[in-house]
């Protein structure tokens, strides 16, 4: 390659970031009203939309995290896919009607409520380290004055 040079891009993804987590936010926002809602729009219950976005927040921000800080999200996500394999939000039960047996899904009251609990909490961590990596704040850094850049 010899004296060959690279030259550097203007293209800065930094807005399509901000995109993204603004997006994610606002569907968390959305479903936040009634997480055991189905919403069609967005393929699934608000439950799982939400950690889904979640998710996306959190691969997000891993590239600004220490590994302190990346152990203990992946604890996070653990803990909520562990919780949901042993400690499911519905529940198939039969019950005997006058037509036979009927399939019926109910809510595990108690398990949804600490589920919601554990999203909250891991929501406001994922928030603290949003805030602490800077993409919640407008600053300029750059000398030439150019926050994107």
């Known amino acids: 390659m010899g004296d060959e040079a690279i030259s550097v891009s203007g293209y800065n993804e930094a807005s399509y970031?901000?995109?993204?987590?603004?997006?994610s936010q606002r569907r968390i926002s959305f479903v936040n009203q009634d997480l055991l809602t189905f919403y069609p729009e967005l393929g699934g219950y608000g439950f799982n939309i939400k950690i889904t976005e979640l998710g996306n927040l959190r691969q997000e921000v891993w590239g600004?995290?220490?590994?302190k800080n990346k152990k203990k999200l992946t604890k996070w996500r653990k803990l909520v896919d562990s919780f949901l394999e042993y400690k499911p939000i519905h529940e198939i039960k039969s019950i005997v009607v006058m037509e036979g047996e009927k399939k019926q899904k109910t809510v595990n009251k108690?398990?949804?409520?600490?589920?919601?609990?554990i999203l909250e909490l891991t929501h406001s961590y994922i928030n603290e380290l949003l805030e602490?990596?800077?993409?919640?704040?407008?600053?300029?850094?750059?000398?030439?004055?150019d926050p994107y850049n």
């Open 17 to 23: 970031k901000m995109l993204r987590l603004h997006e």
């Open 132 to 145: 602490a990596a800077g993409y919640s704040t407008f600053t300029m850094d750059d000398d030439d004055g």
């Open 64 to 67: 600004k995290l220490d590994e």
């Open 110 to 117: 108690e398990n949804f409520k600490a589920l919601r609990e």
